[in-house]
């Protein structure tokens, strides 16, 4: 009978509490080293992390990842090393300008020419006032067109 050594991390996270199902740190089951969460190496950060960090990650494929069990479904991030994340880009004041004005654009009602304090619902194509004012006067309109008939 051949006995195989337990790998003492796995006891640990067992008596942790944490069921190691998706410890993977050589990549031989998931083709990239994997953790379960919360049990990632120091020096790998999630997206938000390194934006928290005021780092991103310049291109650089993930070069781990974690999965985890929520609700009953599998959920996944990808990990990237900070030591090759680079600086976020800071917008140039033309791109902040041009945004600006997107965002004006998409504020202002193309039927009664208000600027909103929110975005013109795409759906509507103007403002819900307007809208409804349109609605509500097509019905009037329709109202009238079947009494005459």
Known sequence: MSWRRRDKRLEDLEARGIKPAFL??????????TYPYHL????????????VEGLAPEGHDPVAQIYWKHHGALRLAYLYDAGQAAPKRVP???????????LEARMTCQSCGQQKDYCIPTSLGECPDCHEGARSGMQKNTGKEMEAA
């Open 24 to 33: 993977d740190p050589e990549g031989e089951r998931f083709g990239i080293p």
């Open 92 to 102: 140039t004041a033309a791109q902040l300008a041009a945004v600006r004005k997107a």
């Open 40 to 51: 990632a190496p120091k020096g790998l950060l999630t997206r938000r992390q390194l934006r």
